[in-house]
């Protein structure tokens, strides 16, 4: 209920969803998180410094982010803006291509997944290297085409990284499946097997057979499944 109501930006419900939620769960340093986020994205950012100060005065941190992949019988952890990696600048540089590739095919990053006081060009940093986009341009780096990525994540993925998985299953034309803490997504084509259940205002992508002038294939989100238009 508290997602949903950050989904669709009910700050008021939210608001009373939380207070349930703390009343029973005051040491859940998640719910503190999912409210900060619902006065983010009202404007509400004085109410966000309050929900931290809370934090800070009860000792509460978010539970760090990371994510798992398997590459010849060795586990590779990341965390998010991980160079920990021997081949950091390997894996950096090419996760930057393919989200150039992904933006070219229409992929927009979804502002409301980052802190708000962020400037826009700080917001789609921050979320392009999450650990589960590194770990997947890892994993595209390392394995055989026809090999499957399998990624692992502790915590539920944002909206960004479903919404670029699904534009990075289309331009690399690989199946990946990512186990995050509430369930399997199995990516393929452009559209998820969750069917976009815990993200409901995000679509999928059209691919468009026939290109633009270039001869290059374009993508739009629309529905909730790929559609492939062939040239007339």
């Known amino acids: 209920m508290l997602g949903a109501c950050k989904m669709h930006?009910?700050?008021d419900l939210g608001?009373?969803?939380?207070?349930?939620?703390?009343?029973?769960?005051?040491?859940n340093p998640g719910h503190y998180v999912m409210l900060s986020n619902i006065y983010a994205l009202a404007g509400?950012?004085?109410?966000?410094?309050?929900?931290?100060n809370v934090m800070i005065q009860k000792c509460l941190k978010k539970q760090v982010g990371y994510s798992t992949i398997e590459v010849d019988h060795k586990t590779y952890l990341f965390s998010m803006g991980d160079k920990s990696h021997p081949e950091t600048n390997e894996i950096y540089r090419y996760l930057d291509e393919?989200?150039?590739r992904c933006r070219e095919a229409g992929y927009a990053a979804v502002p409301e997944s980052v802190l708000h006081e962020l400037e826009e060009e700080e917001r789609e940093f921050a979320l392009r290297y999450h650990s589960e986009k590194l770990a997947i341009a890892f994993g595209l780096l390392k394995m055989s085409h026809e090999a499957p990525i399998?990624?692992?994540?502790?915590?539920?993925?944002?909206?960004?990284?479903?919404?670029?998985?699904k534009y990075i299953s289309v331009v690399a034309n690989r199946e990946i499946i990512v186990r995050d803490k509430l369930r399997f997504h199995h990516f393929k084509d452009g559209s998820c097997s969750c069917l976009d259940y815990c993200f409901l205002i995000i679509g999928d992508l059209e691919i468009l057979d026939a290109g633009d002038s270039n001869g290059q294939k374009s993508f739009q989100p629309r529905g909730s499944h790929v559609h492939i238009r062939k040239a007339k």
């Open 98 to 100: 393919l989200m150039s």
């Open 150 to 165: 399998r990624i692992i994540k502790n915590l539920r993925m944002c909206e960004d990284c479903h919404w670029a998985i």
């Open 15 to 27: 608001v009373q969803v939380a207070e349930q939620l703390l009343n029973v769960e005051p040491e």
């Open 44 to 52: 509400r950012m004085d109410r966000v410094e309050m929900v931290r």
């Open 9 to 11: 930006k009910n700050l």
